[in-house]
T-cell receptor, first 115, second 111 residues
Framework: DSGVTQTPKHLITATGQRVTLRCSPRSGDLSVYWYQQSLDQGLQFLIQYYNGEERAKGNILERFSAQQFPDLHSELNLSSLELGDSALYFC??????????????FGPGTRLLVL | DAKTTQPPSMDCAEGRAANLPCNHSTISGNEYVYWYRQIHSQGPQYIIHGLKNNETNEMASLIITEDRKSSTLILPHATLRDTAVYYCIVRVGDTGNQFYFGTGTSLTVIP
């Protein structure tokens, strides 16, 4: 158990819909990361938040957005869903307080199926 | 923008050492090398990381070459539960801390 929690575990929805994925980081971790893993793309970095502020952006679509709240939990919002958005979505967290504190600990993931 | 290169698959006999190589020839002087593994579709699991000295923990050993252009993850006594995809990662980006996972090595431990 990494200490990172994600809800829900599974999500089934229809094209065009909007969903929200939730992540709670490990106690004491200030950074939260979101990754997408699809069959044809592998694990891809989407976005990082540090202490409530966006720190880095990866291959995140404009239909996707994220935020980190004062209690440090994070939500990933996916809108206008398409079949190709079906994937595993992982959240990770790290202390992010220096070069030797960048180890990321991953949650169990949310499996999204868009029908 | 692949920063690491790994063989796509490897087999290892149960009880033997598994040696997983990784090339990271463009690594910068202050970048760490991280190893993670993913079993089935579970969340990636942290194994070990290092800068230039060899590292060992309860899971594995990490050997980094002197020029830091390659490294080897060693699982000293592989078990069936070590069957997984192993990722060698170097942090990318000038800001932030995003990992580039690449395709990894699929390790199969054979009874």
């Amino acid at each position: 158990d990494s200490g990172v929690t994600q809800t829900p575990k599974h999500l089934i929805t229809a094209t065009g819909q909007r969903v929200t994925l939730r992540c709670s980081p490990r106690s004491g971790d200030l950074s939260v990361y979101w990754y997408q893993q699809s069959l044809d793309q592998g694990l891809q970095f989407l976005i990082q938040y540090y202490n409530g502020e966006e720190r880095a952006k990866g291959n995140i679509l404009e239909r996707f957005s994220a935020q980190q709240f004062p209690d440090l939990h994070s939500e990933l919002n996916l809108s206008s869903l398409e079949l190709g958005d079906s994937a595993l979505y992982f959240c990770a967290s790290s202390v992010d307080a220096g070069m030797n504190k960048e180890t990321q600990y991953f949650g169990p993931g949310t499996r999204l199926l868009v029908l | 923008d692949a920063k690491t290169t790994q063989p796509p698959s490897m087999d290892c006999a149960e009880g033997r050492a598994a040696n997983l190589p990784c090339n990271h020839s463009t690594i910068s002087g202050n970048e760490y090398v991280y190893w993670y593994r993913q079993i089935h579709s579970q969340g990636p699991q942290y194994i070990i990381h290092g800068l230039k000295n060899n590292e060992t923990n309860e899971m594995a050993s990490l050997i980094i070459t002197e020029d830091r252009k390659s490294s080897t993850l060693i699982l000293p006594h592989a078990t069936l539960r070590d069957t997984a995809v192993y990722y060698c990662i170097v942090r990318v980006g000038d800001t932030g801390n995003q990992f580039y996972f690449g395709t990894g090595t699929s390790l199969t431990v054979i009874p």
